[in-house]
């Protein structure tokens, strides 16, 4: 029997014998170049500090810079914009959050999806959310702060990182299910909302743990409650909204790295496996451990389930709460 070749199948067997070489070329040559590390919020925040805690062990086990490079703006979505249309080449990633999949239903339009635009790579941790108050507030429970919402209507106020991030959905549901009337005051990133909750111009917020958690223990500011179904590791004291009365309540802050579609798969592979030996380590989980973060480490297929499931819920949240930006 012989087999005939044509200049056709010649040349298609040449592309695939290229592919399979460049694809062994990536493998073996990358990195060749510092990486750049985007971070879609203000400094200060959980994100801040997970990006360059990661960022300098990962610069360590890859042999390159990982820059962190912040590119705050419209409730995360300016930097994953940005990441979504860099280069797919491993060398620009992003630091992806929950604010994510919240965004794809609050903005009527986005330009990327977050679940087709990106190759997921690991959650890194999971920040508990937490209420908090002003250490001067005389509300020492959730009880006591909701008597004082429903005596004071619209008076009192509650901080976010902006517009359709996960704490103005957390202040939402909260008023829903009390059935108080609170103020929103929306901010560009927790490090002014901090301030302006520890000077007292914002009564209370409902933040990651990572921003305030300093504050709580120096007793500046108390927390009330925690925003996730149990209790966090770093306040074990402090009860959980369900336990506080407001059942089903469970909502928490993940934060992870993604890079662009058509990423090659042995650099993500390459990322996911350095990642996770990081966040897996001791040092590591001691960190997050102090900044009140639970440290995670999936693989990608988990990491876009996550995703895939935080966007459905939170699109349910989203039309309760009529939350829409242009």
Known sequence: MSIRITRRSAGAMAAVALALAASGATAQT????????????????????????????????????????????????????????????????????????????????????FETSFAPITTIAIVPNVLVVNAKNPATDVKGLVAQAKAAPGKLSYGSNGNGTVQHLIGTQFSSLAGVDL?????????????????GQVDMSFDTLTPVVQHIKGGKLRALAVTT????????????????????????????????????KDVVAR????????????????????????????TTEQMAA???????????LVKEAKVSIE
């Open 30 to 113: 990358w990195p060749a170049k510092p990486i750049n590390l985007v971070v879609p919020f203000p400094p200060g925040g959980s994100s801040d500090v997970l990006a360059r805690s990661l960022s300098d062990k990962l610069s360590q086990s890859l042999g390159q810079p990982v820059i962190v490079e912040s590119k705050p703006g419209a409730g995360a979505t300016v930097g994953a914009d940005y990441v979504a249309k860099a280069r797919p080449d491993g060398y620009t990633l992003l630091m992806g959050a929950v604010h994510h999949t919240i965004a794809t239903s609050v903005y009527k339009k986005l330009p990327y999806d």
């Open 183 to 199: 103020l929103h005051v929306p901010y560009k990133g927790s490090a002014p909302l901090t301030t302006d909750l520890l000077g």
């Open 229 to 264: 179904a149990k209790r966090s590791s770093t306040l074990p004291d402090v009860p959980t909204l369900a336990e506080a009365g407001l059942k089903g309540f469970d909502q928490g802050t993940w934060f992870g790295i993604l890079a662009p579609k058509d990423t090659p």
């Open 271 to 298: 990322l996911n496996t350095e990642m996770v030996k990081i966040i897996q380590s001791p040092e590591f989980r001691k960190r997050m451990e102090d900044v009140g973060a639970e440290p995670v480490g999936d």
């Open 306 to 316: 996550r995703i895939k499931g935080d966007t459905a819920k939170y699109a349910q």
